[in-house]
Nanobody
Framework: QVQLVESGGGLVQAGGSLRLSCTAS????????MGWFRQAPGKEREFVAW?????WYADSVKGRFTISRDNAKNTVYLQMNSLKPEDTAVYYC?????????????????WGQGTQVTVSS
């Protein structure tokens, strides 16, 4: 069993930056592929970034967001730069047992509770 806790969300002006953290307990994150997703009000949860043997990003965040891991701290990060109002959402981290990159949220086994990111214009 893996418990994931996100932090680092908040209110930021357009063009600003935030760094989200996802800290795991119960198991080491190095055994899992990790994804970040987001869900805006009235919209479906969507893929943002993935870290496993490689790294993948949604086109909407490519060049602005960076996913990284610190295995010693059992933590995954999402550095978000040049934020836009359309990035406003609840951001979730998720862990998948499989090593293959996937944007399908149903292929993830564990989820955090989410952290709110609000970008003002």
């Amino acid at each position: 069993q893996v418990q994931l806790v996100e932090s680092g969300g908040g209110l930021v002006q357009a063009g600003g930056s935030l760094r989200l953290s996802c800290t795991a307990s119960g198991r080491t994150l190095s055994s899992y592929s990790m994804g970040w997703f987001r869900q805006a009000p009235g919209k479906e949860r969507e893929f943002v970034a993935w870290s496993g043997g490689s790294i993948w990003y949604a086109d909407s965040v490519k060049g602005r967001f960076t996913i990284s891991r610190d295995n010693a701290k059992n933590t995954v990060y999402l550095q978000m730069n040049s934020l836009k109002p359309e990035d406003t959402a609840v951001y979730y981290c998720a862990a998948a047992r499989g090593p293959t990159m996937t944007k399908n949220l149903y292929e993830y086994d564990y989820w955090g509770q989410g952290t709110q990111v609000t970008v003002s214009s």
